[in-house]
C-alpha cells in the first residue's frame, strides 16, 4: 500500500496584508463598540 504525502499550504497561499479584511466591495468589517469608534475610521 502506498500512502501519498498530505499537502500543506506555504506562506504564499495567505492574502495581502492590505486586502486582507476587505469586503467584495471594497470596505473593511470591523466591529463597532461605540458610537466614537466611529470617528476613527
Known amino acids: 500500500m502506498i500512502q501519498e504525502a498530505v499537502l500543506m499550504p506555504n506562506t504564499g497561499y495567505g492574502s495581502n496584508k492590505k486586502t486582507k479584511h476587505m469586503l467584495p466591495r471594497g470596505f473593511q468589517k ?12
Not at 470591523?30 to 475610521?41: A, D, P
Open 30 to 41: 470591523f466591529l463597532v463598540h461605540t458610537s466614537r469608534s466611529l470617528n476613527c475610521y
